[in-house]
Structure formats: structure tokens, C-alpha cells
């Protein structure tokens, strides 16, 4: 295991150890992690997502985007609760990004517990995954990660 690799160890293991919930998946030469902060939220509590995608090719990955890299799904016995991008406008330009070896992206996001609507969720049990949009592959696919399940207040 590389120097990269390693980091990537140290990290997750650090997150496992403060009570963060973490999901991971490689795909190609990218590796993907999302992590929240802890499995258990207080209802109004922000719940604070990051994902982090990191390069583990020996050469640069070009990463390719129409204004939208990501999103972030809340769903709830598999219903649709939240999505991130739900009321947000994106560019239609196509950025281009290089990811050299070794190097990440971060992207963070908080959920304020309210549903599409904008109304307060229930407590109960919730997943959340990270979808990475931006194409680094033929054919292309988004890649989904997680989910990672939370529990609101009771």
C-alpha cells in the first residue's frame, strides 16, 4: 500500500473511532468515501455530509462536469425525503478537472432535516447516500455511495 493508501486508512480509521458513520467504494482508479459525523442526530440537528473522492492511478484523471458534480440523497424506507440539488440551478458549462495521483476532492453538505417541502422530517431511521455526477468514465455512470444509515431523535 502506497503513502496515498495509507492516509486514506489513517482517516477512515480516525472517523470509525470519533463514532462517524462511514460507506466506501472504488471504482476504476477512484476511490470514494462519504462519512457522517455520528449515527444518532437530535431532531433540528444539521447532519454534515462530506464526501471525499481521491485518486489512486499512477496517471492524472480528467474528470469531466456540466456544472453539477455531486448530489446528496435522504431517503426513508427507500421513499425520497431530501435531495441536495432539489432547488438549486447549475451552469450548463462543461468544466474539466484533472486529478493528479494522490489528490482529493471534498465536497460538504448539511442537511437541516427538512423533507422536499421544506417541513420538518419525523424522527426515525433515515439513509443518506452521495451520488458523484461528474464523468471520469465510458460508459458513463454516475456512482452512488452509501447508503449510511441515521437515526433521528426519539
Known sequence: MGLAGSATVV????LLLSGATV??????DLRFEMSLERAAYAPGDPVRVVMRVASAAAVPVTLKTTG???????RQRGALVWQWSHDK???QVLRVHTLVPGEA????????QRDLQGRRVDAGRYEVSCVFLARFREPYAPVEVGP???????
Open 11 to 14: 482517516c477512515a480509521l480516525a
Open 23 to 28: 460507506a466506501v467504494r472504488a471504482v476504476d
Open 68 to 74: 453539477q458534480a455531486y448530489d446528496v440523497l435522504v
Open 89 to 91: 440551478a447549475f451552469a
Open 105 to 112: 476532492l471534498l465536497y460538504e453538505v448539511a442537511w437541516d
Open 148 to 154: 449510511v444509515r441515521i437515526a433521528i431523535g426519539r
